[in-house]
Each structure stands twice: as structure tokens, then as C-alpha cells.
């Protein structure tokens, strides 16, 4: 038993080695969530995995990936800090299992009003990079048993290469942004410069 287990345990290493090169080579933040989503829900052997990122300024975290859910539906659903699991996971930085949500007072059940999905057991992390929670990864329904230890240190392990990988890419974002700006901005002054430079030369009567 012991062998079988530590087989199961070498592969989903084995597969985060891979995930993680698949995260370092995608800058593109939507490509990125997704394919982290469904990585964590295949990794973990659980229905559905999710990300939620945590907006500071407004206090709440928002769905921005599902592996169970179309993006209309799913996407910018709102999830309070102060009253869900997620909320907890943001406030104390730490990770949880939670087997029966129906017992769980911080389980926020709007969700699943929003989108027909009951949710019976939640496996969440936070995402931290340079010290700062960006939001929360979580698994949702374990097809066989129950979430556990091994479950929660490989989801962690998840989570630190997402953190980074969103961060990385967000970077990109605010980048490519800002080169575009400068573009923008670059036109119109050349075409000061060039009329300055017109205006400057000595042939060019006054009349013009």
C-alpha cells in the first residue's frame, strides 16, 4: 500500500513539474487561469477546481476561473471576504478542508443559486506572491473520499507556482499597457515635432 501511495504521490509531482513549466512559458493571464483550473481539479481527482481573485481595494474576491463553468455565467461572480470560505482562506492566509460545507457556517451558498452547482467539500489555498494574497485556489467535491494532507501539500504546491504565474503576468499586462500608451502618445508628438521643425525653417514664408 505504502508503494502505491508513494507512486500516487511521485506522479502528481511529476505533473506539477510539468504544470510549472507550462506556467512559466503563459503570459496570457485568461490561457493561464484556465489551464491551472482544470490542472488542479485532474491533480486532485476532485469535480471541479476554481480560481478567485481577491480585489484589496473593493474587499471581496471574484471568480475569474472554473473548470465546471462557462465564463458568462461564471465569470465576475462576486464572493464577500467577510462571510465564505474563500474570505477566510484571504483573511488568515492559510489553507483549509472543509468535508461538509452544509455544516460550515462561512460557506456562502449564493453561489450555487447562481450557477445549479452544489458544493459538498472544499479544498482552498491562498495565492500569496511577495507577500501579498492575490486571491484563492480551490477544489471542489472529491470524487473518491475525502480531501486530505497529501491533497492540501499538493494543492499548496499548485498554488505557489500560480501566485507567481499570475503576478508574472499581470506584469506582461501593465507592461504591453504602457508600451501601447508610450505608442499613443509617440504619434501625436511626432507630429508636433515635425510641424515645430516646419515652422522653424527659414524658407517657409510667414504666410504659411
Excluded at 17 to 44: G, K, P, R
Excluded at 67 to 94: F, Q
Excluded at 105 to 117: E, L, W
Aim: aromatic share 4%; glycine share 4%; proline share 3%.
Amino acid at each position: 500500500m505504502a508503494d502505491i501511495n508513494s507512486t500516487g504521490l511521485l506522479e502528481r509531482y511529476r505533473r506539477l513539474s510539468e504544470i510549472s513549466i507550462e506556467l512559466a512559458s503563459t503570459l496570457d493571464l485568461d490561457a493561464l487561469l484556465n489551464n491551472i483550473v482544470h490542472a488542479a481539479a485532474d491533480l486532485l481527482a476532485a469535480e471541479a477546481a476554481s480560481v478567485l481573485l481577491y480585489d484589496e481595494t473593493k474587499q471581496v474576491l471574484y471568480f475569474d476561473a472554473a473548470s465546471n463553468l462557462t465564463e458568462p455565467l461564471m465569470r465576475g461572480l462576486i464572493v464577500p471576504v467577510d462571510s465564505s470560505i474563500a474570505g477566510w482562506i484571504v483573511t488568515n492566509r492559510k489553507p483549509i478542508i472543509v468535508s461538509d460545507t452544509q455544516k460550515d457556517p462561512r460557506h456562502y451558498g449564493d453561489i450555487a443559486k447562481s450557477t445549479n452547482v452544489t458544493t459538498t467539500s472544499i479544498l482552498g489555498v491562498p495565492l500569496i506572491a511577495k507577500d501579498k494574497v492575490v486571491g484563492v485556489l480551490e477544489a471542489i467535491n472529491k470524487l473518491s473520499g475525502e480531501f486530505n494532507e497529501e491533497d492540501q501539500n499538493v494543492l499548496l504546491a499548485l498554488g505557489a507556482l500560480v501566485a507567481v504565474a499570475i503576478e508574472n503576468a499581470r506584469l506582461f499586462q501593465q507592461t504591453d499597457l504602457i508600451s501601447e500608451m508610450v505608442h499613443e502618445l509617440r504619434t501625436p508628438l511626432t507630429s508636433l515635432g515635425t510641424a515645430a521643425r516646419l515652422l522653424l525653417r527659414s524658407q517657409i514664408s510667414d504666410d504659411m
